[in-house]
């Protein structure tokens, strides 16, 4: 069974960092692009950053660049958002999921919308 857990939400002032991972399993995660997405109330999910399989071509939305970075630890199978510089309206639940590897397609686009965890929360508020 593919299974994705978010984890390392929480709440922080604005400017205050979190670091989100994502464990992945029941799939060969070595070879698959990974995706953070976040979906607040009332707006439509939204492609944050992702990052191919081989680690070597990441892909930022512009509202994010240069605040946030992805990376993925193959041993841990799990892809990481470290989140600085936080605003209010990062406030979301992100969630991570396989995408169309960034090395060929420059949108961050889900592979597959049957896959996804069950998000972890962030809010951003003073």
């Known amino acids: 069974q593919l299974q994705f857990v978010e984890s390392g939400g929480g709440l922080v002032q604005p400017g205050g960092s979190l670091r989100l991972s994502c464990a992945a399993s029941?799939?060969?995660?070595?070879?698959?692009?990974i995706g953070w997405f976040r979906q607040a109330p009332g707006k439509e999910r939204e492609g944050v950053s992702c990052?191919?399989?081989?680690?070597?071509?990441?892909n930022y939305a512009d509202s994010v660049r240069g605040r946030f970075t992805i990376s993925r630890d193959s041993a841990k199978k799990t892809v990481y958002l470290q989140m600085n510089s936080l605003k209010p309206e990062d406030t979301a639940v992100y969630y991570c999921?396989?995408?169309?590897?960034?090395?060929?397609?420059?949108?961050?686009?889900?592979?597959?919308?049957?896959?996804w965890g069950q998000g972890t929360q962030v809010t951003v508020s003073s």
């Open positions: 029941g799939f060969n995660f070595n070879s698959y692009a």
């Open positions: 999921a396989v995408v169309i590897d960034p090395t060929w397609f420059s949108n961050i686009t889900p592979l597959s919308d049957d896959y």
């Open positions: 990052i191919s399989s081989s680690e070597g071509t990441t």
